[in-house]
């Protein structure tokens, strides 16, 4: 089967006018771009890189909802009310109440929603921080990121909705009752809209904007791709938007940080069955407690980061580590102690802990640190693998005041006329922890949410003219 290509649109050939600009082709944009198209807005998509997808490119666990019917398909019995909860307690109870609850109630629809569009997310996993398999991911098991981006793409393309590359946002322009009316491109280029959605992702890749709000993580490496500088936050701030939480930052526990390049080691493979050790080999953390508390243990060891161990059958749940082992990032051991040496793991301790972590899961029961998902099997079939993991800076939670209707507030907390903003360069969803599996949800749910309500402010707008 050919390769999809997605044909970009060269900033020359820019209407003067269109109902709805949407800023960044992630996830967010793409999402909320094809749902305003299908309730008949023109829709253009500005995004400032020559590749198209931003972070979502890069996401590999899962999309998070509760009560979907891909659950009951397989057998799992959810509730909204426990997904709430949780994200509740994981977010420090500092999430914003309202888009939560939206959040929660439209999970569910968002699946549905992906499905209707040839995007069919029908295999489960689970993440840190969730008692139940909430993680909704192709039936192939690959990566979910690069699967929602590829089929949005095809989606748009198949409806005509045209993506500028290379088409970097450098201005709102309000009129006097500083209502947004329009973007600047590029610098130079003036392209009129009745609405405009900044969906450009988060700043973990600004050192400059993470050493401002966060010095302590300034020195820190980042999952992130290179354009997640905080653009969004910038033009928002110049038209007296509010930012929220920009402290909240949150570090990644398992990153494969050794070389030039930084990769994340999705939370998949930890929710399919993998341990993390130490140099001694022995577990030390609950590995699907929240990210906070598995990276503070990690850099709590004082070590040299630690090790993802897991074998065959886990691998073979996990598609994203054929990657992982292509670019050179897996050990490999035929045995517990050959990996081991690989990796300069006390080899005993290594083989003492795989065979209690063992018996542990045979049972059901966590007799070290409690753990009660993500063991579904054991570490028992050779070859056996091991990735080294390090924190690094992955999600920033804060960003641009919205409510749940995905309205910009400015600084008094009034509604900016014509913005929205939706996705990581928003604040507020997830407190000061995200749980894995939320961020795809989150481009799903309040990209729609976000082309929803922007189309409504078009509707109405057209009708009092």
Do not use: C
Not at 100 to 118: M, N, P, Q
Not at 142 to 169: D, N, R, W
Not at 231 to 252: S, W
């Amino acid at each position: 089967m050919a390769k999809f290509v997605f044909e970009t649109s060269p900033v020359s050939s820019l209407e003067k006018a269109y109902d709805l600009v949407v800023i960044g082709a992630g996830g967010t944009g793409l999402t909320a771009a094809l749902q305003a198209h299908e309730l008949g807005l023109t829709v253009a998509v500005l995004e400032k890189n020559a590749a198209l997808g931003g972070n979502t490119s890069k996401a590999s666990s899962g999309m998070n909802a509760a009560e979907s019917l891909v659950q009951f398909d397989h057998g799992i019995i959810d509730r909204k009310e426990d997904f709430y909860k949780e994200t509740f307690k994981g977010g420090g109870q500092l999430n914003d109440r309202q888009m939560l609850r939206y959040f929660v109630d439209h999970s569910a629809l968002a699946i549905d929603w992906l499905k209707e569009h040839e995007i069919e997310l029908s295999d489960l996993t689970i993440t840190g921080g969730m008692s139940k398999k909430r993680a909704h991911r192709p039936a192939s098991m690959a990566p979910v990121g690069g699967f929602l981006v590829t089929g949005l793409l095809k989606k748009l393309q198949e409806e005509g909705i045209p993506v500028f590359s290379e088409a970097k946002v450098t201005k709102l322009i309000q009129n006097e009752d500083k209502a947004i009316t329009g973007v600047e491109v590029n610098g130079e280029k003036a392209v009129a809209a009745k609405a405009v959605i900044l969906a450009t992702g988060g700043f973990g890749a600004s050192k400059s904007i993470i050493k401002k709000y966060r010095p302590d993580l300034a020195d820190y490496k980042t999952t992130n791709q290179a354009g997640a500088t905080g653009d969004g936050l910038l033009l928002a701030e110049d038209v007296d938007a509010q930012l929220i939480q920009m402290d909240f930052i949150q570090v990644h526990p398992t990153a494969q940080t050794d070389g030039d390049r930084t990769f994340l080691i999705g939370e998949a493979v930890r929710g399919e069955g993998a341990i993390l050790v130490n140099q001694a080999g022995k577990r030390f953390v609950n590995e699907l407690a929240t990210r906070k508390l598995v990276s503070a243990a990690i850099t709590g060891l004082n070590e040299d980061g630690a090790y993802l161990i897991f074998d065959q059958g886990i691998r073979d749940h996990v598609k994203a580590v054929e990657f992982y082992d292509h670019i050179g990032l897996v050990e490999h051991g035929e045995s517990l102690a050959e990996l081991a040496e690989k990796i300069d793991v006390d080899a005993s301790g290594l083989e003492a802990t795989v065979e209690k972590w063992n018996a542990d899961q045979a049972a059901g029961d966590d007799t070290a640190f409690g753990r009660t998902t993500g063991m579904d099997r054991g570490i028992k079939v050779g070859p056996f693998f091991a990735i080294h993991v390090h924190p690094a800076i992955h999600y920033t939670m804060g960003g641009i005041h919205i409510d749940a209707e995905t309205e910009v507030l400015d600084t008094n907390g009034n509604k900016i006329q014509g913005l929205y903003a939706a996705g990581e360069v928003s604040g507020g969803l997830h407190g000061n922890n995200r749980i894995g599996g939320n961020s795809i949800a989150e481009t799903v749910v309040f990209g729609r949410q976000a082309g929803i309500q922007a189309s409504q402010f078009v509707r109405d707008l057209k009708s009092e003219n």
